[in-house]
């Protein structure tokens, strides 16, 4: 009995509280903030009593990573097995599901003992992560400069560009089309004439090579009908479904996604999943290929009653899809469902080349990190939307500087477009000199890589989790690299003068100046400046 009321008293003492539901209906208390696990809506967080918001993520993971998971600046927490609906309204919180229970209580008095508790409890990291070059170098993907016209000729020379413009290698991203078609995971013969080669030719230059491949199989191939014959792909739930396919055993659902119409390899029949790693390894084993970005995985895809093996929500699919990314550490994924804790790189959804996206970088990363995805990286460098660079004459130069700023001291900093061909010969230095000095910290944010396998601690931080109860909670345009490097980006067009928030403590900036803190400060952020500052007591 003695040891029982110890225990009881062990609990109140770190103000540990919980209770199981299928629906959970809180007060928001004044003064309290609330971060969702959506990291596309991470410049909308934090939520307060004021908020009016509703977000379903049963079939929706709005594009980019989810979780089922609400974090309060308070310690409270709301956690589920199954996606949930939560609704902010007239300073009450609503979660509801669909099946399943709902977990919420309170882990003590702030968001970062609220997070760790999440972390322990519910998505624990496996003690692994992603490729050590993710990190370490920056990254390089073929969309912006090549779009649909992934070839051999103009990949080499686009590798051949990064290392004559001064870039070290890293890893090579080679995206859509570069494949035969969809589900058919061959080289195109028309736009690679020696893939293997090219491969080894990456390779000496010192690059790693990544494919793109997605989950989707072009309906009038003939890897369609041999899977679908055999059962492997999503069926269609109206079995009277005129189609002119009939000739298979069973009605093949087409899904309409970016890329038109097609069908879905069923990720939760183990015969299908199979079936695609086989695919994979054989590029990785017959041409060299060192690993995979894996896209298109949205549970918004499975979502209109479509049968498959095995899976119970269509966000089960989006999880399957990321699984598949386990057996390959070199890696990259945008669509993710609760997989955080997991060695998998998460990327931000493609984000516009524009003022207004660009802000968004810094808090839709930290929405990541609150959801306990350690290894992110924000989109490419001056924004993934390939559309935004089809006119030459509407390219933002000081856009594409300050997107560099932006990624050079997060988990992983990518280019597309390519910074010599766009920028003037001033702006382009400024980039290549962002690119070194993510290659400096490279160790440093390996480190933190390592430590986050280990712990769940994310490499960077929003200034509320890392300094909590300071009144922190609404600042966005700043971030915390490990536990003693702040950050302070521009992503105002047209800044040059910026007001950064620095804990208590003595602070160096990167360009030697002391500064104590305890209280913001104003600094001058002429275009070849990224502000950060070390604490050194």
């Known amino acids: 009995m003695k040891k029982v009321i110890m225990f009881l008293c062990f609990l109140q003492c770190l103000n540990v509280f919980a209770q199981n539901a299928t629906e959970v209906e809180l007060i928001i208390t004044p003064g309290e903030y609330w971060w969702a696990g959506v990291s596309s809506l991470g410049h909308q967080t934090p939520y307060d009593e004021t908020t009016i918001s509703s977000n379903d993520l049963w079939g929706d993971n709005l594009g980019n990573q989810a979780q089922p998971l609400l974090l309060s600046s308070k310690g409270r927490y709301v956690w589920s097995e199954e996606p949930i609906k939560y609704d902010f309204s007239k300073g009450k919180l609503l979660v509801t599901v669909r099946e399943g229970e709902i977990f919420s209580g309170t882990a003590g008095s702030n968001l970062r003992s609220a997070y760790e508790y999440a972390v322990k409890n519910f998505f624990p990291p496996n003690g692994k992560i992603p490729d050590p070059l993710l990190f370490t170098n920056p990254q390089y993907n073929t969309w912006i400069e090549l779009m649909y016209d992934q070839n051999e000729t103009d990949i080499l020379a686009y590798a051949e560009d990064i290392i004559r413009n001064g870039y070290s290698p890293g890893v090579l991203m080679i995206d859509d089309n570069w494949q035969e078609d969809y589900g058919v995971w061959e080289f195109s013969a028309r736009r690679f004439s020696d893939p293997k080669g090219m491969i080894e030719k990456l390779h000496s230059l010192g690059f790693k090579v990544m494919l793109w491949v997605c989950p989707f199989v072009s309906p009038d191939s003939e890897v369609f009908r041999k899977l679908a014959e055999e059962g492997m792909l999503i069926l269609d739930p109206q079995k009277s479904k005129e189609v002119l396919w009939t000739n298979t055993k069973n009605i093949t659902a087409i899904i309409r996604w970016w890329n038109g119409a097609s069908a879905c390899i069923d990720l939760s029949n183990p015969k299908a999943l199979k079936w695609f790693k086989d695919r994979l390894d054989y590029l990785v084993n017959e041409f060299g290929v060192d690993g995979f970005k894996f896209d298109a995985g949205d549970a918004s895809f499975y979502i209109n009653d479509v049968f498959s093996f095995n899976a119970k929500t269509p966000n089960d699919h989006t999880s399957f899809f990321a699984e598949l990314g386990l057996h390959y550490p070199l890696n990259e994924f945008r669509a993710s469902w609760k997989m955080a804790g997991m060695p998998l790189a998460q990327r931000l959804r493609d984000k516009g080349h524009e003022w207004g996206d660009l802000k968004k970088l810094i808090p839709d990363q930290m929405s990541q990190s609150v959801m306990?995805?350690?290894?992110?990286?924000?989109?490419?460098?001056?924004?993934?939307?390939?559309?935004?660079?089809?006119?030459?004459?509407?390219?933002?130069?000081?856009?594409?500087?300050?997107?560099?700023?932006?990624?050079?001291?997060?988990?992983?900093?990518?280019?597309?477009?390519?910074?010599?061909?766009?920028?003037?010969?001033?702006?382009?230095?400024?980039?290549?000199?962002?690119?070194?000095?993510?290659?400096?910290?490279?160790?440093?944010?390996?480190?933190?890589?390592?430590?986050?396998?280990?712990?769940?601690?994310?490499?960077?931080?929003?200034?509320?989790?890392?300094?909590?109860?300071?009144?922190?909670?609404?600042?966005?345009?700043?971030?915390?690299?490990?536990?003693?490097?702040?950050?302070?980006?521009?992503?105002?067009?047209?800044?040059?003068?910026?007001?950064?928030?620095?804990?208590?403590?003595?602070?160096?900036?990167?360009?030697?100046?002391?500064?104590?803190?305890?209280?913001?400060?104003e600094i001058s952020v002429p275009l070849e400046r990224l502000p950060y500052f070390r604490k050194i007591n």
């Open 372 to 521: 306990g995805y350690a290894y992110t990286c924000p989109d490419m460098i001056g924004g993934g939307e390939y559309r935004s660079f089809l006119n030459a004459s509407t390219i933002d130069e000081e856009l594409v500087v300050r997107s560099a700023q932006v990624h050079a001291l997060m988990p992983m900093m990518q280019f597309s477009v390519a910074p010599w061909r766009v920028l003037s010969k001033e702006n382009e230095a400024i980039c290549l000199k962002m690119s070194k000095l993510h290659e400096e910290m490279g160790a440093y944010i390996l480190e933190l890589a390592n430590a986050a396998s280990l712990t769940g601690e994310p490499i960077v931080k929003p200034m509320e989790l890392a300094f909590p109860g300071n009144g922190y909670e609404l600042i966005k345009d700043q971030f915390v690299l490990g536990d003693n490097i702040i950050v302070a980006p521009v992503t105002e067009r047209g800044a040059r003068s910026k007001k950064v928030i620095l804990p208590k403590g003595k602070w160096k900036a990167e360009d030697g100046q002391i500064f104590k803190g305890g209280k913001a400060i």
